[in-house]
């Protein structure tokens, strides 16, 4: 399993990850080299990002072709620096349904063999400070958000793989 969170290398400056993308990808490459399969993880509303964001990094996913997706929303955990921007109104993380759209439309780029491990997260609600939503006991209402925003595009895992990622995965595979 290895935790990207984000391809956007100002994003995970921004949350002190101490890698950036170009580790992670060498990390993938060195794992699958000695066959072994790949769990990424991805968290969706992460303090400065946007669809398009959530997009670059299911894109990536796909073009290294990861056995295995864990994507979650961001949770804000009382005591935290995020709780800091939070209380402050600094940040706000994304609703249920921002989130099931998101999700969804991360999952429309990643290709329909790819194992979907986990769609969402939860935290103890004492600790919890938001989104409300992000609890074990909601956690089956997240998930038929999502089936439900697919349901109504009409779509399924995989849907944009082949436009999103065309060649890239010869690209990074056989370097020419």
Known sequence: ELGLQSANFETLKRINRAHGVSEFVDAVLRAKARGLKVCAHAILGLPGE???DF?????????LKVEGVK????YVMRHTGLARLYEAGAFRPLELEEYAGAAAEFLEYLPPTTVVHRL???ASPP??????????????????????????????????????????????????
């Open 120 to 122: 969402t997260a939860e």
């Open 55 to 63: 997009l670059e990094t299911a894109k990536l996913f796909a073009a």
């Open 50 to 52: 946007g669809r398009e």
């Open 127 to 176: 600790a919890l400070l938001a989104p409300e939503w992000c609890t074990y006991e909601k956690k089956l209402s997240v998930i038929n958000a999502i089936e439900l925003k697919l349901l109504e595009r009409g779509s399924r895992q995989g849907a944009l793989y082949e436009r999103a990622v065309g060649n890239a995965y010869e690209l990074v595979y056989e370097p020419r």
């Open 71 to 74: 994507v979650h929303p961001i």
